[in-house]
């Protein structure tokens, strides 16, 4: 059974410092990796998506990373901002017969002060 | 572009009431349909996922079931609400199995 941990559980770091989530899993065998934001009391949105083929993707501040062999994953911001502060969440797709089933982590509360 | 509404956004209910919370994707069709829920301390749970219509599977024998009436459209229902069916249900949507998922903005159930 895939299992999925997120250190640290919070973080609080100053506005402008680059940081760094950790996500990782006990299964190798997954189809893609995604990373989402949730603020408090709201949905989930999606961040990024990492396909199993591929090692790193990118949008804006955000790079997220992927180490299959290792079971990693990790969540990359810069020059982060009071507006990130929020909970990130990553969650793993099996692929195959699993048709989408995400497994989830416990997430990382993030807190950006001015 | 594709859009996903879940409603009501927050919801209390007695003890032994029955539930229905309804979620509609639009500008897709035949989407993969989840629905998760979020407990206080336990994280993102799975709870039922349809690939298609008359397609339904469940995750965790529980006191909900879930229907999907037309392709686009998910519901979740009790028929009588325990105390342990509190939580955040949030529904999410998928063009495939391996695509990227895209979640409704939440539900906050309050039993009491």
Redesign the interface.
């Known amino acids: 059974k895939q299992e999925v941990t997120q250190i640290p559980a919070a973080l609080s770091v100053p506005e402008g410092e680059n940081l760094v989530l950790n996500c990782s899993f006990t299964d190798s065998a997954i189809?893609?990796l995604?990373w989402?934001r949730q603020d408090p009391?709201?949905?989930?949105?999606?961040l990024l998506?990492i396909q199993s083929s591929q090692r790193e993707q990118t949008s804006g501040r955000l790079n997220a990373s992927l180490d299959k062999s290792s079971g990693r994953s990790t969540l990359y911001i810069a020059a982060s901002q009071p507006g990130d502060s929020a909970t990130y969440?990553c969650?793993l797709?099996a692929?195959?017969t699993?048709?989408?089933?995400?497994t989830?982590?416990?997430?990382t509360i993030l807190t950006v002060h001015p | 572009s594709q859009t996903i509404h879940q409603w009501p956004a927050t919801l209390v209910q007695p003890v032994g009431s029955p539930l229905s919370l309804e979620c509609t994707v639009e500008g897709t069709s035949n989407p993969n349909l989840y629905w998760y829920r979020q407990a206080a301390g336990r994280g993102l749970q799975l709870l039922f996922y349809s690939i298609g219509i008359d397609q339904i599977s469940s995750e965790v024998p529980q006191n909900l079931s879930a229907s999907r009436p037309q392709d686009r459209q998910f519901i979740l229902s009790s028929k009588k609400l325990l105390l342990s069916d509190s939580g955040f249900y949030l529904c999410a949507w998928s063009v495939s199995s391996g695509s990227e998922a895209f979640f409704g903005q939440g539900t906050r159930l309050t039993v009491v």
Request: aromatic share 16%; charged share 10%; net charge positive.
């Open positions: 189809y893609n995604q989402f009391g709201k949905g989930l949105t999606s998506l969440l969650a797709n692929g195959g699993s048709y989408g089933k995400l989830f982590g416990q997430g």
